[in-house]
C-alpha cells in the first residue's frame, strides 16, 4: 500500500479487512500506515475482524471499539483496557470499527445516508433487494444456529448470559432481570431449546472458552476464570464433557 500525504491528494477513507487468522496478519508496515493516517486526519474503517489490526497499532485506547462476535472474546481478553461493544458499527469523526458481514452494508448505507440523502439510500436498499438497514446501535446477533427463531423473552435470558460470562449469575437474578419466574424460564429453556437454563447457560461459557482456546494464547487457568470457573479441573471436566476432548488437546 503506497499512500503520499505530501500531494495534497489523501484518500477520503482507508478501510481495513482481515481474515480469520488476524492475530498473523499484522505488520510493521502497515501499522506505519495506519499511523500515518491516523497523523494527517485520514479516517479509517477497520471490518469485520480488522479492529485487531487497529488495536495492535495503538489507535483505539481513547474510544469504544467492535468486532466481529466470533473474535469479541479472544479480542476482550487480549486487549482488555479497551472499550469493546457487541454494537454493528462504532463510528467517530476518525475512526469507525465494524462487526463485518452484513453490517458492513449497514454502515455504509449509514454512509450513503449522511452524504447522499435518505432518498439516495433509499434507492440502494431498493436496488439490492434490502426493506432497510440498522442502525450503529443495534447489537450483534451471536446466539447459536440450533437456537435460531427463538421467541423474544428466551432470546433477552441468553443476551444476559453472554454478557456475563466472567461471573454468571444464578438464574433467580436472570429472572429479576426479565422480570418472569424461574419456571417460566426453564419451561422457555425446555420448550424451545429442550435444555435447562443452567446447562445451557454452561454450553455458552464452555463455547466462548473454546474461542479463547482457539484463537489465543492465554493460559487455562486464566481461560478458566475468564469463562466463571473456580477451577482448572473443573474447567477441564466440563469442557472434555460437552466437547469429549481434553482443553490442551484442543488447542494442541
Not at 449522511?114 to 436498499?125: D, F, I, M, S, W
Not at 461471573?167 to 431449546?193: C, T, Y
Amino acid at each position: 500500500m503506497i499512500i503520499d500525504m505530501q500531494t495534497g491528494k489523501r484518500p477520503n477513507i482507508v478501510i481495513v479487512c482481515a481474515g480469520d487468522r488476524v492475530e498473523q496478519q499484522s505488520s510493521a508496515s502497515l501499522v506505519r500506515v495506519l499511523r500515518l493516517c491516523g497523523r494527517h486526519g485520514v479516517p479509517i474503517a477497520a471490518l469485520g475482524t480488522a479492529t485487531w489490526l487497529l488495536a495492535e497499532s495503538g489507535m483505539l485506547d481513547d474510544t469504544a471499539c467492535t468486532i466481529h462476535w466470533d473474535k469479541r472474546a479472544a479480542f476482550s481478553e487480549t486487549f482488555s483496557r479497551l472499550q469493546v461493544t457487541d454494537r454493528l458499527f462504532v463510528r467517530n469523526a476518525r475512526l469507525a470499527t465494524c462487526a463485518g458481514g452484513f453490517a458492513s452494508f449497514d454502515f455504509v448505507m449509514e454512509l450513503i445516508g449522511e452524504h447522499l440523502g435518505e432518498e439516495a439510500a433509499l434507492a440502494v436498499c431498493r436496488h439490492t433487494i434490502a426493506s432497510h438497514w440498522r442502525s450503529a446501535s443495534d447489537r450483534q446477533w451471536t446466539l447459536s444456529a440450533d437456537a435460531t427463531g427463538i421467541g423474544k423473552a428466551l432470546a433477552e435470558v441468553i443476551c444476559i448470559m453472554e454478557e456475563h460470562i466472567e461471573n454468571p449469575l444464578p438464574l433467580r437474578d436472570i429472572a429479576k432481570r426479565v422480570g418472569r419466574s424461574q419456571r417460566q424460564i426453564e419451561r422457555l429453556f425446555k420448550h424451545s431449546v429442550s435444555s435447562s437454563p443452567m446447562r445451557y447457560y454452561l454450553q455458552v461459557r464452555l463455547a466462548r472458552a473454546k474461542r479463547l482456546i482457539e484463537q489465543t494464547e492465554l493460559p487455562m487457568v486464566e481461560i478458566a476464570i475468564a469463562c466463571g470457573f473456580v477451577s482448572t479441573s473443573h474447567f477441564s471436566k466440563c469442557f472434555r464433557t460437552l466437547f469429549d476432548i481434553n482443553p490442551g488437546a484442543c488447542r494442541n
